[in-house]
Nanobody, 126 residues
């Protein structure tokens, strides 16, 4: 059983930065596609970033491209999401997700992922 635990959220002013972490346990992360999604109040879950394996391309939502950076450290079984130049619209609960054997066409689809963390709250004040 794969377990994901996110951390690093908090309250930050617009223009600030945060670094989210997601620790994976139960399996070796290297064989899993990893992703970040978010859900803002009153809105549907939204894709943020994903990577199928180290060395492969990383995919970003247009709304975060150039501001957020996804990274993964397979030795630590941890993925990160660096959030820079934060905006109030980035306020959401951020979730880490994992899927083994994810096909490329599904990287942005939340329902394609098998494992989810509990989420970490990011609040950006104006």
């Amino acid at each position: 059983q794969v377990q994901l635990v996110e951390s690093g959220g908090g309250l930050v002013q617009a223009g600030g930065s945060l670094r989210l972490s997601c620790v994976v346990s139960g399996r070796t992360m290297s064989s899993y596609a990893m992703a970040w999604f978010r859900r803002a109040p009153g809105k549907e879950r939204e894709f943020v970033a994903a990577n199928r394996r180290s060395g492969d391309a990383t995919y970003y939502a247009d709304s975060v491209k150039g501001r957020f950076t996804f990274s993964r450290d397979n030795a630590k079984n941890t993925v990160y999401l660096q959030l820079n130049t934060l905006k109030p619209d980035d306020t959401a609960v951020y979730y880490c997700a994992a899927k083994r054997g994810l096909i490329l066409s599904s990287v942005r689809i939340g329902d394609a992922y098998d494992y989810w963390g509990q989420g970490t709250q990011v609040t950006v004040s104006s």
